[in-house]
DNA sequence: TTCAGTGCAAAAACTTTGCAGGAGG
DNA sequence: CCTCCTGCAAAGTTTTTGCACTGAA
């Protein structure tokens, strides 16, 4: 049985659509990152692949995850650590980060706010928006959730 | 006729609370920091520094920028290109940007309405904020503004 | 005098690029 | 058969670290 059904099909319409080839590492890539129930960074992605001996390589991965963010079946997400976390957007509703910086925990919430503020400020700055970011940075009150603090990483 | 001299009085007074020692490299960083209008790395900044004939290492750029942000004469900025851009955060209120994608330009802009949703969501989720980032990306509507499009960069 | 701070260079972390060979259309 | 894609390794970019020396307190 396949794995991302829903998602393979999009990304196999969206490859035909831009005239991008059909490969089987451009899957096998797509197969491991919806594998992650959160964000991970495409190096992080790499490393896991080789140790379950996939043969893709670095500019394989970097490539393909580019392209899934085109089709948006992935989304790119900085959280101020210099470098590009990633996560599944196929058929997620939007949201923004909150970020623990004692522990690193990340929790997801929706505002319907943001996105009107993101529009009014356009507006009146003469601004065509194609998205935008927000993460709240802070320090979580309950002490349990900050128990990540020694998970290593 | 010294060049700063709040933002250095600020800055001693914060070396000296902090138990830090007040070394003329850290203040020559601040100088070179405070003489950017805009947005700057601090590996930009290194470089000019050296292109200046400062002898100041990288280690002391990255290690005083970091003490500039504590007292809060700088503030770290992130816009999605895997760097960390710094700016002067002395004497200047609350502000976000909004990036253009095509052409760099990064413009600032205020609203009352954001730090209230950050308050809102951290109340909601019981988390204490420290702090937010947020950026709207997309496309100057006026095609003058995106000359900067050849500028090098 | 003492040890935090410094310069230097090397390493680290993440990402991009060049090239030769291989496979999708 | 063409050329896009791939693997590999090297290089690029930004940031961090180790070490011996220096200078602020």
Chains 1, 2 share one sequence.
Do not use: W
């Amino acid at each position: 049985m396949e794995k991302h059904p829903k998602a393979k099909e999009e990304f196999t319409g969206f490859l035909r659509q831009q005239k991008h080839r059909i490969t089987p590492e451009r899957f096998e890539v797509l197969d491991f990152a919806l594998d992650y129930d959160d964000h991970f960074g495409a190096d992080e992605l790499y490393i896991k692949m080789k140790m379950n001996k996939s043969n893709v390589s670095r500019a394989t991965v970097y490539n393909t995850l580019e392209l899934l963010t085109q089709c948006e079946i992935l989304a790119k997400r900085h959280f101020g650590d210099n470098k590009t976390h990633y996560e599944a957007s196929f058929n997620r509703k939007n949201h923004d980060h909150l970020i623990c910086t004692t522990c690193g925990h990340i929790t997801e919430f929706r505002s319907e706010k943001i996105q009107k503020i993101v529009d009014e400020i356009s507006t009146e700055l003469g601004f065509t928006p194609s998205g935008y970011s927000f993460n709240i940075f802070g320090f979580c009150k309950d002490k349990n959730h900050c128990s990540h603090f020694d998970d290593n990483g």
